[in-house]
């Protein structure tokens, strides 16, 4: 691991209108992750997990404070931009995999090369490669209906990690499975961060969290460790 930082928040807040009541779902968050480092991200419902991983994911806007992505400030990016840098720069990895239903394995691989300008070569070489690591380029050719929920997540995780992003995001990447294929998928997920990845996980298992570098702990829109 080396001392460069992938992520680095100073300050973030965010809140929400629900009704007539100002809800504070972040509240002035500082965060730095280095590279290499395998974090997860803990705390109740409402805690501001969901909003924090949104962020980093550029999937929302922080109301104020600031987001550093690989050394570039991404706070006030615009659609396109967001776009670009998703694609570039970050791997997502989702509860319920996220696959499409009606694309093969290796396609929904892929998808994370549509805003981007790759040959088609080195794209299918790529997504051949991430399957292949993940254990499942035998399945390449099936539709998701065709796999169990332990190859779903392999062929999500190779989605994840075909583009070579600097940041892997993962929400709760287990939560859908039985113990012993979640077992596998944590083994999998600390076999890539000790591979170098940086990767974020929130999950709600404290022996899920405890395969991991470091703890964040949130509460009431807070970082308490």
């Known amino acids: 691991m080396t001392g460069d930082e992938v992520v ?10 629900m009704g007539s009541v100002e809800v504070h779902a972040l509240r002035e968050v500082d965060l730095s992750i280095k590279t290499g480092e395998f974090v997860a991200v803990m705390g109740p419902s409402g805690s501001g997990k969901s909003t924090l991983m949104n962020i980093i994911g550029l999937l929302d806007r922080p109301d104020g404070g600031y987001y550093r992505l690989q050394g570039q400030d991404v706070s006030q990016a615009d659609d396109d931009q ?6 570039r720069f970050i791997g997502f990895i989702f509860q319920n995999f996220n696959l499409l239903p009606r694309v093969t394995a290796d396609r929904n691989v892929a998808l994370p090369f549509a805003y981007r300008r790759d040959k088609k070569f080195d794209i299918e070489a790529k997504c051949h490669s991430a399957l292949q690591a993940m254990g499942v380029a035998e399945r390449a050719g099936h539709l998701p209906s065709q796999l169990s929920g332990g190859e779903r997540q392999r062929v ?7 583009g070579a992003p600097a940041l892997i995001l993962a929400d709760e990447p287990t939560g859908n499975l039985d113990q012993t294929t979640g077992d596998e998928i944590i083994r999998l997920l600390r076999h890539i961060a000790d591979e170098g990845r940086t990767i974020i996980m929130v999950t709600h298992d ?19 460790s």
Do not use: C
Request: net charge positive.
């Open 8 to 17: 680095r928040i100073e300050k973030v807040s965010k809140r929400y209108l």
């Open 82 to 87: 967001r776009s670009d840098l998703r694609s």
């Open 156 to 162: 999500a995780i190779a989605r994840a990690l075909a």
């Open 206 to 224: 404290p022996r899920l969290a405890a395969a991991t570098d470091r703890i964040v702990r949130m509460m009431d829109g807070w970082i308490k």
